[in-house]
């Protein structure tokens, strides 16, 4: 009798240590794939389900939460070698009861990425077209989002398809002429003319260039393991050719000032988003879209850099679901009126 229930224990203990042990063995020798199951593990835990849609042969990988209903949905691009999952941190803070879509960029995550295809700020626009027709999304006027790259895209989309986007939130976005220029931007001037993208901060090939990379965008400074910045360095290598070719991309002109251009086309409520302490965007393109942008509500976040989604995202979330609630109260004051 004793002999069984020492096997029993013995039995229960190993159960107990396969989980452990392959967390550990997964954290030593495979980081990567440990950051993978940490982002399905959120989106299950968030409702977020991943889909996949088609425009031809094109393919488009999306999550999502919710359905269509009264409020408008939201539609939220993500920056520069980023891809959808970024969004949980700000999704966890959301209302459930809104109906958001996520989705990779071109060349992103599960979206398709082809040497043929058209990576500049205007072929990416018509990209996310193509699959906010492929959704039917624009059966209804939708809010979007974007951040860094993805603000740039988001504001020429708006610009292009002003019926489609009933209001516009950007965050820390690109593809303005900035007052005082950082490090960064002045770096970009050099990169056009040299295509040297070897030493780009964006794109980083060793934990050490991780780090730095994460200093840059963040104002926050914490201790990230040599493992962490392991894995997440060797889930970005195998698209660092492809990053490289799209940083080129997106500096080029008439990509790095595609939002300028377009700022006197914004018709829609437009809010705008920054972290004071932004070390690759600086924070006077807030001021530029202020003064160009008819009623621009401007929301400067204090104690934060460029990864404002990431180092604030309950501040981001609030400062979302206030505006949003603030458009409805406008509709629904103007129909009280006209009634």
Same mark, same amino acid.
Request: glycine share 6%; proline share 5%; with cysteine.
């Given at each position: 009798?004793?002999?069984?229930?020492?096997?029993? =224990?013995?039995?229960?203990?190993?159960?107990?240590?396969?989980?452990?042990?392959?967390?550990?063995?997964?954290?030593?020798?495979?980081?990567?794939?440990?950051?993978?199951?940490?982002?399905?593990?959120?989106?299950?835990?968030?409702?977020?389900?991943?889909?996949?849609?088609?425009?031809?042969?094109?393919?488009?990988?999306?999550?999502?939460?919710?359905?269509?209903?009264?409020?408008?949905?939201?539609?939220?691009?993500?920056?520069?070698?980023?891809?959808?999952?970024?969004?949980?941190?700000?999704?966890?803070?959301?209302?459930?009861?809104?109906?958001?879509?996520?989705?990779?960029?071109?060349?992103?995550?599960?979206?398709?990425?082809?040497?043929?295809?058209?990576?500049?700020?205007?072929?990416?626009?018509?990209?996310?077209?193509?699959?906010?027709?492929?959704?039917?999304?624009?059966?209804?006027?939708?809010?979007?989002?974007?951040?860094?790259?993805?603000?740039?895209?988001a504001g020429v989309y708006a610009a292009q398809y002003p019926s489609e986007v009933s209001s516009l939130s950007l965050i820390c976005p690109a593809?303005?002429?900035?007052?005082?220029?950082?490090?960064?931007?002045?770096?970009?001037?050099?990169?056009?003319?040299?295509?040297?993208?070897?030493?780009?901060?964006?794109?980083?090939?060793?934990?050490?260039?991780?780090?730095?990379?994460?200093?840059?965008?963040?104002?926050?400074?914490?201790?990230?393991?040599?493992?962490?910045?392991?894995?997440?360095?060797?889930?970005?290598?195998?698209?660092?050719?492809?990053?490289?070719? =799209?940083?080129?991309?997106?500096?080029?002109?008439?990509?790095?000032?595609?939002?300028?251009?377009?700022?006197?086309?914004?018709?829609?409520?437009?809010? +705008?988003?920054?972290?004071?302490?932004?070390?690759?965007?600086?924070?006077?393109?807030?001021?530029?879209?202020?003064?160009?942008?008819?009623?621009?509500?401007?929301?400067?976040?204090?104690?934060?850099?460029?990864?404002? +989604?990431?180092?604030?995202?309950?501040?981001?979330?609030?400062?979302?679901?206030?505006?949003?609630?603030?458009?409805?109260?406008?509709?629904?004051?103007?129909?009280?009126?006209?009634?």
């Open positions: 009798m004793d002999l069984d229930i020492v096997t029993m =224990l013995a039995l229960a203990g190993g159960t107990l240590a396969i989980p452990i042990l392959a967390f550990m063995a997964s954290f030593l020798l495979w980081p990567s794939a440990l950051i993978n199951v940490y982002h399905w593990y959120w989106r299950q835990a968030l409702g977020m389900q991943v889909k996949y849609v088609y425009a031809g042969n094109y393919q488009f990988c999306y999550s999502y939460r919710g359905k269509p209903g009264n409020k408008p949905s939201i539609l939220m691009l993500h920056g520069f070698s980023a891809h959808k999952d970024m969004w949980l941190y700000v999704v966890k803070f959301l209302p459930k009861n809104l109906h958001l879509i996520c989705v990779d960029l071109p060349g992103h995550g599960g979206t398709t990425r082809t040497c043929a295809d058209d990576y500049s700020i205007e072929g990416q626009v018509k990209r996310i077209h193509q699959f906010v027709d492929s959704i039917k999304l624009n059966k209804r006027p939708f809010h979007l989002v974007g951040t860094s790259m993805g603000g740039n895209i593809g303005l002429q900035y007052p005082k220029e950082n490090e960064f931007v002045k770096g970009l001037k050099n990169l056009e003319e040299t295509r040297d993208v070897t030493k780009v901060p964006l794109i980083p090939s060793t934990p050490e260039e991780m780090e730095e990379m994460l200093k840059l965008c963040s104002y926050v400074r914490f201790k990230v393991p040599q493992q962490i910045l392991q894995g997440l360095v060797d889930v970005r290598i195998p698209h660092n050719e492809f990053y490289r070719e =799209l940083f080129l991309e997106i500096v080029k002109d008439k990509s790095r000032h595609a939002l300028q251009h377009c700022m006197s086309k914004l018709s829609m409520p437009v809010q +705008v988003i920054w972290g004071k302490q932004d070390q690759v965007l600086d924070v006077s393109g807030a001021d530029v879209l202020a003064g160009s942008v008819p009623g621009c509500h401007v929301e400067l976040l204090e104690n934060c850099g460029h990864s404002v +989604v990431m180092e604030r995202p309950r501040k981001l979330a609030k400062v979302l679901v206030e505006f949003l609630s603030s458009l409805n109260n406008t509709n629904s004051d103007k129909k009280k009126k006209t009634d």
